[in-house]
């Protein structure tokens, strides 16, 4: 016996069929065969230089301006090209469905790029990168948070102390999509854009989680306001570098 749910996707498949964007597979948007081919291991670079380094962390000369301790990626933006249109669907095309996609990878590779980042396992919260509510209402989601539950799924299993918070990091100020604008600007446009909403103080250890880290500097600003707010160390994961 089918449920609702599943004569809704039944119907969606036959109406509209999706075929591996590398190797045209029927059924899913990026078999596992092509994701694991792609996969080297994770991508981790300087979160202020971009200095290409082996777990994430700022370099000696970057630590002093950058409110990361270090960001790790799973996937090259740039030179994976089926990355960036998986994400670009995703995300402004509210294929939703691609979510399932993001699980698996996350399942096969989160482990992998976590022990070579050498971050903690236990005492911290997973909070996505948020949204403002104007602009979640417009896309359906956010998908930072969609990735950020994932992952706090796949560590839940095998740690303690591990929290979920997608509710006190907020974006209060609707600001132009970040994409579109030069780095000096990008800052400008995120100034007073992020509040922490809870009196209480966030833990010491904090996951930020986002689609795509670029310049760097939404992911900078939320940190800041996180240690702000009292956390000690604030780490970024996403699933690509650009």
Same mark, same amino acid.
């Given at each position: 016996?089918?449920?609702?749910?599943?004569?809704?996707?039944?119907?969606?498949?036959?109406? @509209?069929?999706?075929?591996?964007?590398?190797? !045209?597979?029927?059924?899913?948007?990026?078999?596992? /065969? $092509?994701?694991?081919?792609?996969?080297?291991?994770?991508?981790? &670079?300087?979160?202020? $230089?971009?200095?290409?380094? *082996?777990?994430?962390?700022?370099?000696? /000369?970057?630590?002093?301006?950058?409110?990361?301790?270090?960001?790790?990626?799973?996937?090259? &933006?740039?030179?994976?090209?089926?990355?960036?249109? *998986?994400?670009?669907? @995703?995300? &402004?095309?509210?294929?939703?469905?691609?979510?399932?996609?993001? =699980?698996?990878? /996350?399942?096969?590779?989160? &482990?992998?790029?976590?022990?070579?980042?050498?971050?903690?396992?236990?005492?911290?919260?997973?909070?996505?990168?948020?949204?403002?509510? #104007?602009? !979640?209402?417009?896309?359906?989601?956010?998908?930072?948070?969609?990735?950020?539950?994932?992952?706090? %799924?796949?560590?839940?299993?095998?740690?303690?102390?591990?929290?979920?918070?997608?509710?006190?990091? !907020?974006?209060?100020?609707?600001?132009?999509?970040?994409?579109?604008?030069?780095?000096?600007?990008?800052?400008?446009?995120? #100034?007073?854009?992020?509040?922490?909403?809870?009196?209480? =103080?966030?833990?010491?250890?904090?996951?930020?989680?986002?689609?795509?880290?670029?310049?760097?500097?939404?992911?900078? %600003?939320?940190?800041?306001? *996180?240690?702000?707010?009292?956390?000690?160390?604030?780490?970024?994961?996403?699933?690509?570098?650009?």
């Amino acid at each position: 016996m089918f449920r609702g749910g599943e004569i809704v996707q039944l119907i969606k498949d036959c109406l @509209f069929p999706i075929f591996c964007l590398d190797c !045209q597979t029927e059924g899913e948007w990026w078999c596992k /065969n $092509c994701a694991q081919k792609s996969f080297t291991g994770g991508e981790f &670079y300087c979160p202020v $230089c971009h200095l290409k380094n *082996l777990n994430g962390k700022s370099c000696f /000369n970057c630590q002093a301006v950058s409110s990361l301790e270090a960001v790790a990626a799973f996937f090259n &933006y740039q030179e994976n090209k089926t990355v960036a249109e *998986l994400i670009r669907i @995703f995300k &402004y095309n509210l294929a939703k469905d691609i979510n399932t996609l993001w =699980s698996q990878i /996350n399942l096969e590779f989160l &482990y992998s790029v976590w022990q070579s980042g050498g971050w903690p396992y236990s005492g911290i919260t997973i909070i996505p990168v948020p949204l403002h509510t #104007k602009r !979640q209402r417009e896309r359906g989601f956010n998908q930072a948070d969609l990735l950020a539950k994932n992952i706090f %799924e796949i560590l839940k299993k095998d740690h303690q102390n591990i929290e979920f918070d997608n509710l006190n990091l !907020q974006r209060v100020k609707f600001t132009k999509q970040q994409a579109k604008l030069n780095r000096q600007e990008r800052l400008v446009n995120l #100034k007073d854009a992020f509040i922490w909403k809870e009196k209480k =103080s966030p833990t010491a250890n904090i996951i930020l989680v986002d689609d795509v880290f670029t310049s760097g500097a939404t992911m900078q %600003e939320c940190a800041r306001i *996180l240690k702000k707010a009292g956390a000690q160390r604030v780490y970024g994961l996403v699933m690509a570098r650009d």
